[in-house]
């Protein structure tokens, strides 16, 4: 989507998409590191990332942590051993340190959500609010979360992307459901995917509601047209 050049038009260049058995620890964090290089000329950018799959927490601790394609079970629950996990603490450095000289951030999660209807991971594993509250640290963050922390984020059979990614997709593709020509703006954004995921969560029985946080944004910003 990003891609499209009838749409975001971002430059093949700045985007690095991985997906399946591409998307590994290693790889998500060579791409952080890709992702630092690439805005330490500029103090004007705007970075855009974006995560669907599954998180988790530890059982006794706060640690919370995104699982990539290769990861460990036995490793995600060693506090002394993340190799194959993306912890959040990585991710909070990443925002809070690495790009803290960005402008704009904007951060979309799609965690937990189930491969079908009414299935899902439990809901203490959705994202924590104190770590959502971390990542917007710092001026001009947004971050979108595909349900409630005591919620889960789901997918239909029918469906190849969760709620969330599918609405999330359809905004940026049709200018959020207008097909009109015009730029589409974060906060437009999430109006739309809010309003679309809950209509479809409702019709299904479902209780999903898409989250917003956002830091010292002085104005909403294009994001697609």
């Excluded at 060693?78 to 996990?85: K, L």
């Excluded at 309003?195 to 830091?215: C, T």
Aim: glycine letters at 6%; proline letters at 2%; charged letters at 20%.
């Amino acid at each position: 989507v990003l891609l499209d050049t009838q749409r975001c038009a971002y430059i093949a260049e700045n985007v690095k998409l991985l997906t399946d058995s591409a998307a590994t620890a290693d790889e998500i964090r060579n791409g952080f590191g890709w992702l630092e290089q690439k805005v330490q000329a500029t103090t004007n950018s705007t970075v855009v990332i974006f995560f669907s799959g599954h998180g988790d927490r530890l059982t006794t601790e706060q640690d919370y942590f995104l699982l990539p394609h290769d990861y460990k079970e036995k490793e995600a629950h060693n506090s002394s051993n993340f190799a194959t996990v993306i912890h959040s603490k990585e991710i909070l450095e990443l925002v809070n340190t690495r790009l803290s000289n960005c402008k704009r951030i904007v951060i979309f999660f799609d965690c937990c959500h189930a491969s079908g209807i009414a299935e899902g991971k439990a809901p203490g594993n959705s994202l924590p609010d104190d770590f959502l509250n971390q990542l917007r640290q710092g001026e001009g963050r947004v971050i979108f979360s595909a349900c409630k922390n005591y919620q889960f984020s789901y997918a239909l059979r029918v469906d190849e992307n969760g709620l969330f990614t599918k609405h999330l997709c359809k905004g940026l593709q049709t200018n959020c459901g207008t097909n009109q020509s015009g730029y589409v703006t974060v906060i437009q954004l999430f109006l739309y995917v809010n309003r679309e995921v809950v209509r479809e969560a409702i019709a299904n029985n479902l209780d999903q509601i898409p989250v917003l946080k956002v830091s010292d944004l002085d104005g909403d910003f294009p994001i697609a047209y």
